[in-house]
């Protein structure tokens, strides 16, 4: 399967820290994307980054893609309790399908 | 509002009752697909559909149908359901698949008994 994964599976920070989360894949992509889920809620998309890129950023979120080592990070700056939430990233393969991680659980304490 | 709804958000139903999840979205976007969340296991993609008439099979296709009769909406099907179905159900929509970003709907809890 093309499923990533996500590590760490869980994370802990004070608010203020920088969060950062890192995304496994198996096969050659097109695209990475990175998503957020509150409990039980639907997906909301936070950024998205094409394999000819390298970095890219959106306000306090920094993406990184290494497609040498087939791995992506999410960094999250000066985090608030509100980034409490469960991150995961989607890639595309061959054909039109998306692919999920397992996804990181990040709990920010006030 | 641009959004991807859902309807039941929740349902519980027997073993072998066919039921329907329908997913309509605003945006007239192209690529329509369906996920289901399971713990431990992320989401995985049922059954998408890149444009009317057009559905192509998932990573777990098995025990569900789709149809695309419309560009706005993309109804699951479960034919004869199975306690192993009961899940979380997430329906999208993206303008052109994936190159942009995916619009999820609220989700359906499906339970089977």
């Known amino acids: 399967s093309q499923q990533g994964e996500e590590d760490p599976q869980a994370l802990s920070i004070q608010e203020g820290e920088n969060a950062t989360m890192n995304c496994s894949y198996k096969t050659s992509i097109n695209n990475l994307q990175w998503y957020r889920q509150n409990s039980g809620r639907g997906l909301v998309h936070l950024i998205l980054i094409r394999s000819n890129e390298r970095e890219k950023h959106s306000g306090r979120l920094r993406v990184t893609l290494d497609t040498s080592k087939k791995s992506s990070s999410l960094l999250i700056t000066a985090s608030r309790a509100a980034d409490t939430a469960s991150y995961f990233c989607a890639t595309d393969a061959a054909g039109n399908q998306f692919y999920f991680g397992t996804g990181t659980s990040l709990t920010v304490i006030p | 509002e641009a959004q991807v709804t859902q309807n039941p958000r929740y349902l519980i139903t027997v073993t072998g009752k066919k039921l329907t999840v329908t997913c309509s979205q605003n945006?007239?976007?192209?690529?329509m697909s369906w996920y289901r969340q399971d713990p431990g296991l992320g989401l995985r993609q049922i059954y998408y559909?890149?444009?009317?008439?057009?559905?192509d099979k998932g990573d777990v296709p098995e025990g569900y149908k789709v149809s695309r009769k419309e560009k706005r909406n993309f109804p699951l099907i479960l034919e004869s359901p199975s306690p192993n179905q009961t899940s979380l159900y997430f329906c999208a929509s993206g303008e052109r698949g994936l190159w942009d970003e995916q619009f999820f709907g609220p989700g359906t809890r499906l339970t089977v008994l």
């Open positions: 559909s890149m444009n009317v008439e057009v559905t």
């Open positions: 945006m007239n976007h192209e690529y």
